[in-house]
T-cell receptor, first 110, second 112 residues
């Protein structure tokens, strides 16, 4: 079983602060996806990374895929209350399936 | 754009009752999935389908059955509900097995 561990589990910060959340595994993934889920809704895709060392930016969000394709990070600059939500990573496993981590629940206080 | 629609949104059952959750997608996706989401455990795959008339077991299939009689619909059934099946259930669809998945807004199911 390829497990994805996300840290921290919970994070509460003030508006304007920077933060980084992590998605780690002992297994290699062909690709990795990041989703954000807001209360009462389903997850929505933010980005897919496929190449080791790849960096993708989405406005104030920066995603990085580890060189060995075993880990990924999401950095948010100048967080806003609208960034509040559950951030999930999902990796493409050996059986051509997607496995999800348990998520990081982010709260950005105004 | 409707995307993925799940019905019902909420349901309370008594132990032993049966029910069916309906998922419908309008994106002509081949792949459809049913997940359950529990606190601290993320999304766990129950069953999935790679096309009309096909189904396959996921990570936690016990106690659930599924059917994909039409390409746009994927049904999840609980034959004899148990309190351990209290959860939020999400349906998703995608073009291929590893393409980004489009999720519905979930069904919150409580079993007393």
């Amino acid at each position: 079983t390829q497990l994805l561990e996300q840290s921290p589990q919970f994070l509460s910060i003030q508006e304007g602060e920077n933060l980084t959340v992590y998605c780690n595994s002992s297994s290699v993934f062909s690709s990795l996806q990041w989703y954000r889920q807001e209360p009462g809704e389903g997850p929505v895709l933010l980005v897919t990374v496929v190449t080791g060392g790849e960096v993708k930016k989405l406005k104030r969000l920066t995603f990085q895929f580890g060189d060995a394709r075993k880990d990924s990070s999401l950095h948010i600059t100048a967080a806003q209350p609208g960034d509040t939500g559950l951030y999930l990573c999902a990796g493409e496993g050996n059986n051509n399936d997607m496995r999800f981590g348990a998520g990081t629940r982010l709260t950005v206080k105004p | 754009n409707a995307g993925v629609t799940q019905t019902p949104k909420f349901r309370v059952l008594k132990t032993g009752q049966s029910m069916t959750l309906l998922c419908a997608q309008d994106m002509n996706h081949e792949y459809m999935y049913w997940y359950r989401q529990d606190p601290g455990m993320g999304l766990r795959l129950i069953h999935y389908s790679v096309g009309e008339g096909t189904t396959a077991k996921g990570e936690v299939p016990d106690g659930y059955n599924v059917s994909r009689l039409k390409k746009q619909n994927f049904l999840l059934g609980l034959e004899s509900a148990a309190p351990s099946q209290t959860s939020v259930y999400f349906c998703a669809s995608s073009e291929t097995r590893v393409q980004p998945q489009h999720f519905g807004d979930g069904t919150r199911l409580s079993i007393l």
